[in-house]
């Protein structure tokens, strides 16, 4: 199994950019899918969480109105949409997996995924 994140990238204070986390060896629309980022210096943030259930999803506070999750079910790969990107956005983005955590609870049990792709670099320059 492989997942694997990419689209990072540099891009200035308020611009966008979108992320993808892609699968070998398992479809992702069976998983929770949880994006997690670590800035230097700083413990890795659970930000945004996919329901293999219902398709909720659920984002941290620092991030709520600024990002979207969505998943794409022909491709087997699930987006990451950053909009309004801060200088605070800066940190190492990756994606994660696991059939198992319902609901917002991957925002904040991100110990508990079973798989986890290479990240990917996001720098926002202010």
């Known amino acids: 199994v492989q997942l694997q994140a990419s689209g990072g990238g540099l891009v200035h204070s308020g611009g966008s950019l979108r992320l993808s986390c892609a699968a070998l060896?398992?479809?992702?629309?069976?998983?929770?899918i949880g994006w997690v980022r670590q800035a230097p210096g700083k413990e890795r943030e659970g930000i945004g969480c996919?329901?293999?259930?219902?398709?909720?999803?659920y984002y941290a506070d620092s991030v709520e109105g600024r990002f979207t999750i969505s998943r794409d079910s022909a491709d087997n790969k699930v987006y990451l949409q950053m909009n309004s990107l801060k200088p605070d956005d800066t940190a190492v983005y990756y994606c994660?997996?696991?059939?198992?955590?319902?609901?917002?609870?991957?925002?904040?049990?991100?110990?508990?995924?079973?798989?986890w792709g290479q990240g990917t670099q996001v720098t926002v320059s202010s």
């Open positions: 060896g398992l479809t992702l629309d069976d998983y929770d």
């Open positions: 996919i329901s293999s259930s219902d398709g909720s999803a």
């Open positions: 994660a997996a696991d059939p198992d955590l319902y609901g917002p609870k991957g925002l904040w049990a991100i110990n508990e995924y079973d798989y």
